[in-house]
């Protein structure tokens, strides 16, 4: 099947950026206004995270969602065959920070959220970081389309780890010098296993993951904020939220991290992947305990 897959999408992937923008255009509209595809999650998440704004104003924000969305979907597939030339005129961002941090001889966990475009991110970064930059990634079912994801994402040296051999692998990878790269936005498998906190005004609970590891191997810690400048150029930002992250106090990262993706996203809305459910699960008065937040 990958030798019949594979032929197709490197094909899909010559065609210049304007005609693969026409595909996305046409598919923005279908899922948006044909498919409605997850339309009731997207406008459910928009509605608590933006109470002040209007329906109308909403509609808007997930109509251009709708639209960054498929335009990731088409330029995830132009990394089949994307030059580092070509990768590097699309996107850009500021590297000194972490790669003075690795001068100073510390490893790294980057934290970042669900914004378009992350493929971009990781093959820029594989390319500008002094030190072996790691991926975790969800595997794709299809075994096929799993092995071209993963042949174009580490076409530039990043070294990738499924999420479910993350546990096991970890240690050979902390044995030596690492930039480790973490969605950190996610919803933990029980609710009772993650770290509660406000999210958009609303209680939620993070993956204490991130955290965790960080504070275990006292790893430097930065942000990675996703701006799309226009259409096909990302420009990727980096904050230093800390140098030492084993001086940190329990959940101080998480909700550090939280303020700066909170003020990311406020800044393009549109620019998060809401049709996942960011408010899955309802707070109880039980989780007080996990509770890191000022106040509930």
Do not use: C
């Amino acid at each position: 099947m990958y030798y019949i897959i594979y032929p197709l999408l490197y094909l899909f992937s010559l065609l210049p950026f304007f005609i693969l923008y026409g595909i996305s255009d046409f598919f923005a509209f279908l899922l948006n206004n044909i498919l409605n595809y997850r339309k009731e999650v997207v406008l459910g998440n928009l509605k608590i995270a933006f109470p002040e704004k209007t329906d109308k104003e909403r509609k808007e924000i997930a109509k251009n969602f709708y639209q960054y969305f498929t335009d990731a979907m088409v330029e995830s597939l132009k990394m089949i065959s994307i030059s580092k030339k070509q990768l590097l005129k699309r996107s850009n961002g500021t590297f000194d920070i972490i790669n003075d941090l690795i001068e100073k001889g510390y490893n790294i966990n980057i934290m970042a959220g669900h914004q378009f475009n992350w493929e971009y991110a990781n093959l820029l970064y594989s390319i500008k970081l002094k030190i072996p930059f790691v991926g975790v990634y969800m595997p794709i079912k299809n075994k096929a389309l799993n092995k071209i994801f993963l042949n174009f994402r580490s076409k530039f040296g990043t070294v990738l780890i499924s999420s479910p051999a993350f546990k096991h692998k970890m240690h050979d990878i902390f044995k030596g010098r690492y930039a480790l790269a973490l969605a950190a936005d996610q919803n933990p498998g029980s609710p009772t296993s993650g770290y509660w906190l406000n999210f958009f005004a609303r209680p939620v609970p993070f993956i204490t993951g991130p955290e965790i590891g960080a504070v275990r191997n006292n790893a430097a810690v930065v942000y990675v904020g996703f701006k799309k400048v226009k259409r096909g150029y990302y420009n990727f930002n980096i904050t230093l939220l800390t140098e030492q992250s084993g001086h940190t106090q329990k959940g101080e990262l998480t909700v550090l991290y939280r303020d700066i993706l909170e003020k990311t996203i406020r800044e393009d809305p549109a620019n998060y992947l809401w049709s996942h459910r960011r408010f899955k699960f309802d707070w109880k008065p039980a989780y007080t305990s996990l509770w890191i937040d000022k106040k509930i």
